[in-house]
């Protein structure tokens, strides 16, 4: 009897193993799981009597023409956003006084100006921003340049978009890559095929990369709730795998910065009451956000390398899918900002601030010591600047 229960034990243990190891390989888990246990070792510092300031960005993967729509369609996905964002939004300020922002990264191939029109209005009210999305396949680095040069220049000259460096005096822009494939990352080749997509995206002016994470996608990078400089070998693909951590007091040393989300095991949730759900920083009508939720991307802690203080959360939506409306647009998104305003800003332990993904990137700069100043000061001085140094990397430099 005792060898009977043994036995079954025994075997109970090995299948648990082996659908635990088919759901790390299903979901790719095995790329970035290793990095998540060593971060999470060493994680959120102890409280001391500095706050602890939480910057909240929403970058929207915003596509009008999603699933190739009526042209009714995309105008009626637009006009809600139009319509129903403001309205939800005014019922919420930060610890700035300001309202939540939502940038949107609107796709270069789905270009109408009817809409970038209206998005530009919502922006110019002070709801959010507008950067650049772009879905590709077997494409080269000319065409890739071509696309992008010419669709920053329209962004900019015909709907007043973007930003212009100070110094350089060129446009500037953030990037999402569609289907996550960026720098050429599916094994399988597709969605992109530019193996020095970095270098091009540098030297037509993006500052920064929102892309990841991507998990379950095998477009998954091995570094993960990080923000670090990427650099690019223009003979293989995905060469943001790894980077150089942005860090206090250090030079750029890449050719792209990429700013992560958080991404982690969330047990709070569990498939079959047995597996941690995977925590991608997703809101969606499958995905709504949820205090556990929240709580889980503070967690994740993803800041500047010497400034535990400043804690960068990015999340990532699909805003123009009418199945997200009613979590980003009615009670979940209200839910949520509440949570926000309600746990983590009371003005001595915690400090809230919404931010788009430009004003993100601004400071990670300044956290970076590319230029000094209250936090305030940077949002409202450099709303209009873009990074003042190129990203170099010496190696190239000879």
């Known amino acids: 009897m005792l060898e009977l229960l043994l036995w079954?034990?025994?075997?109970?243990?090995?299948?648990?193993?082996?659908?635990?190891?088919?759901?790390?390989?299903?979901?790719?888990?095995?790329?970035?799981?290793?990095?998540?246990?060593?971060?999470?070792?060493?994680?959120?510092?102890?409280?001391?009597?500095?706050?602890?300031?939480?910057?909240?960005?929403i970058t929207d993967h915003f596509e009008p023409a999603w699933e190739r729509p009526s042209y009714e369609e995309e105008c009626a996905r637009v006009e809600t956003w139009v319509r129903r964002y403001p309205a939800m939004a005014a019922k919420h300020r930060d610890a700035d006084g300001r309202y939540p922002q939502h940038t949107f990264f609107y796709p270069e191939e789905e270009y109408r100006a009817e809409h970038l029109d209206k998005l530009a209005?919502?922006?110019?009210?002070?709801?959010?921003?507008?950067?650049?999305?772009?879905?590709?396949?077997?494409?080269?680095?000319?065409?890739?340049?071509?696309?992008?040069?010419?669709?920053?220049?329209?962004?900019?000259?015909?709907?007043?978009?973007?930003?212009?460096?100070?110094?350089?005096?060129?446009?500037?822009?953030?990037?999402?890559?569609?289907n996550w494939a960026l720098d050429n990352a599916r094994k399988d080749g597709k969605w992109c095929g530019v193996n020095n997509e970095l270098i091009v995206l540098r030297e037509t002016g993006c500052y920064a990369d929102f892309t990841l994470p991507s998990a379950p996608s095998d477009t998954q990078t091995r570094t993960i709730n990080s923000i670090y400089y990427a650099v690019d070998d223009p003979l293989c693909p995905k060469s943001h795998n790894t980077g150089i951590e942005v860090e206090v007091g250090k030079a750029p040393m890449g050719d792209l910065m990429i700013i992560q989300g958080p991404l982690a095991l969330n047990w709070a949730s569990r498939k079959w009451g047995v597996l941690p759900r995977i925590e991608n920083g997703e809101l969606s009508s499958d995905n709504p956000p949820t205090p556990e939720r929240i709580d889980c991307w503070i967690r994740q802690h993803i800041h500047v390398k010497g400034q535990p203080h400043w804690i960068f959360v990015k999340l990532h939506t699909h805003g123009a899918q009418e199945q997200n409306f009613e979590t980003l647009l009615g009670q979940p998104m209200d839910a949520m900002l509440s949570y926000l305003e309600m746990a983590y800003n009371d003005g001595q332990r915690y400090r809230l601030h919404y931010v788009t993904a430009r004003e993100m990137y601004v400071l990670v700069r300044a956290a970076e010591g590319a230029f000094g100043g209250e936090i305030r000061q940077l949002l409202s001085v450099h709303k209009g600047m873009a990074h003042t140094c190129p990203l170099t990397d010496p190696r190239r430099d000879g």
């Open 121 to 178: 209005r919502l922006c110019e009210a002070g709801f959010g921003d507008v950067e650049i999305h772009l879905h590709h396949d077997h494409d080269t680095a000319e065409g890739l340049r071509e696309k992008l040069l010419r669709f920053k220049m329209m962004l900019h000259e015909r709907h007043g978009l973007l930003h212009r460096n100070d110094q350089t005096g060129e446009i500037e822009y953030g990037f999402i890559h569609g």
């Open 8 to 57: 079954a034990v025994v075997t109970l243990i090995l299948t648990g193993a082996c659908l635990l190891g088919y759901a790390f390989r299903v979901r790719q888990m095995h790329i970035w799981i290793g990095e998540s246990v060593r971060r999470a070792i060493n994680r959120i510092p102890k409280m001391d009597s500095e706050p602890m300031h939480i910057f909240v960005a």
